[in-house]
């Protein structure tokens, strides 16, 4: 691939990005596509095969034992250096092992929890001490990992957590006092990163916390509407004395490295999810294929080719956008190594960059899920209900990840603030643009159709509109409410919204210009058909959330200028979606799986 032109978070805003600059999926190498392959069928050969066995934790030995069997193929190290034993992928492979280990319900949850925030933290915050003598014993499964921040009364606001680290008398030992809940793998964990507050301190810290210590108990396995094969733990933790040495990072650090954790973790998520509705729309798919009604299989009927084509447009949209956030983030990390930073402090800094990428891929990916799981209920109609069939499971298990990793309500609002918060810092330059779109608003329209050359000059024209939508409707509330918009959160959700499509409907029109650009465009009608629709709806949905937004703020003749300026922002061509989406349900009943 050739060397991207180098972009920061949020820039795609205001900047206009080339498809020969964004990473697709179809740019995989062959040995990336090997890694993913290994994955498949690891939850092939030792997972999916014992689903009902995983779920009913008869065997508490079990789930170690398959983190174990993970180990002996790398996959508990893809992203820790082979210094320490692991692969050292890049981040957008590691996205991809993520992708394929996705489909495998609770052991997915357990692999991911061990891997992502049971690891980095070390990974990232650890000295070189701390990371000689627990990395190596994480990556090969000899010890297992949780990630303890979440009490009764501190889940999204995480800093007003109650945990307590007091320094004993000889200064050798914090004692940590507290309770955490909902820890994934805390069952069987040899290594808790656990956040408490030192003395009176106003932020968190975070220390390494080893169950050999002692004074850890814990209550009986959640009872959970899904993951249900995944352990899940209230840790309690009395007068456990850890050194001083098994502090992570700095004192009052611990929130730091929380916030940076999670941003990993939700485009993790994302890609965990785009795994697990690949699944799904492949199991769908099949079903339709199989079952039959009045005569004949129920893919022929267009209320079915409806919802497989919807499937399969929406993962199509979200793998678009996840792997180029990720490929974005690989190239930040590689730019900040080339500035002189070290391995550890340049992925965070890469990563942190695109935080507000990170957050929309979370929002995304997990709510395609739900959506992909709903509607495989739905085509196994009575089967779907049924416990015999795949997507009761699948149903049940999805549903958490709009909860996971901050919930989505939570990530919609910070996408928003970290996006208003760049600006003011200058990281940003959005009031230039604002600026010009008031002054297109107040001017005399340009009916003209000269939208330029190249490919799809109509789709790029009408997301760049879309971007004046949102920059349109976001800058006229900042104005009406200046700080006080961080207490109009229904106005930030709308705007949310807008902004995740902006970049989801950006990504995919650029995978697909790239793929034209590859194979030319009788081979790639499928994947425009896929895009024309989602650009369609989203179009729609676009219009809906600014109109509420400019309807909650805006009076008079301020009002009608606004709602003028989402008229002419929001017109497109007319479109047949129905065709489209008959074309692309054919061609995959015709491959019996998802096939992009």
Known sequence: ?????????????????????????????????????????????????????????????????????????????????????????????????????????????????????????????????????????????????????????????????????????????????????????????????????IDDDKNLSAFIVEKSFGGITMNEEEKKMGIKGSSTRQLFFNDCKVPIENLLSERGNGFKIAVNILNVGRIKLAAACIGGAKATSTSSINYANERKQFGKSIGTF???????????????????????????????????????????????????????????????????????????????GGMGFSAEAPMDRAYRDARINRIFEGTNEINRLLSVDMTLKRALKGELDLMGPVQAIIKELTSVPDFS???????????????????????????????????????????????????????????????TEKLVQQKGEDACKIQIDMSHVYLADAVDRVAKAAKEAIQTFAIGDEQKMLLLGLKRFTKVDSFNAKEARRRIA???????????
């Open 1 to 197: 691939m050739e060397t991207a032109q180098l972009v920061k978070g949020g820039e795609f805003l205001i900047k206009d990005t080339q498809a020969k600059d964004v990473f697709i999926p179809e740019d995989w190498s062959e040995e990336q596509k090997m890694i993913a392959q290994t994955c498949k069928d690891f939850l092939k050969q030792e997972v999916l095969n014992r689903l009902d066995e995983i779920d009913s934790q008869k065997d508490p030995k079990l789930m170690p034992s398959l983190l174990d069997k993970a180990a002996q193929l790398g996959l508990l190290g893809t992203s820790v250096p082979q210094q320490y034993g692991g692969f050292g992928m890049d981040f957008n492979t590691g996205l991809l092992v993520t992708e394929a280990l996705g489909a495998g319900h609770s052991f997915t949850v357990a692999i991911a929890a061990h891997t992502g925030i049971g690891t980095l933290p070390i990974l990232y915050y650890g000295n070189d001490q701390q990371k000689e003598k627990y990395l190596p014993k994480l990556v090969t499964g000899e010890y297992k990992a949780s990630y303890c921040l979440t009490e009764p009364d501190a889940g999204s606001d995480a800093n007003s957590g109650k945990t307590k680290a007091i320094l004993s008398s000889d200064g050798k030992h914090y004692i940590i006092n507290g309770q955490k809940m909902w820890i994934t793998n805390g069952g069987f964990s040899h290594i808790f990163i656990v956040f408490a507050k």
């Open 302 to 380: 267009g209320a079915i080719k409806y919802k497989l084509a919807e499937q399969a447009i929406r993962i199509y949209a979200s793998e678009s956008a996840c792997y180029r956030a990720g490929q974005d983030i690989e190239n930040s990390i590689e730019s900040y190594k080339a500035a002189g930073l070290n391995e550890v402090q340049a992925k965070l800094k890469g990563v942190e960059q695109f935080a507000i990428e990170c957050a929309i891929m979370k929002v995304h990916s997990s709510e395609i899920l739900s959506y992909v799981v709903d509607e495989g209920v739905q085509i196994y």
């Open 449 to 511: 159709t000269e939208k330029g050359e190249g490919l799809f000059v109509t789709e790029k024209a009408t997301i760049k509109n879309l971007k004046k939508t949102l920059l349109m409707t976001a800058g006229a509330a900042v104005q009406k409410y200046a700080t006080a918009l961080e207490n109009e959160q229904e106005l930030l959700m709308n705007i949310a919204d807008i902004l995740l499509e902006v970049y989801i409907c950006e990504s995919t029109w650029l995978r």
């Open 586 to 596: 054919d061609f995959l009943l015709q491959k019996n799986e998802y096939s992009f």
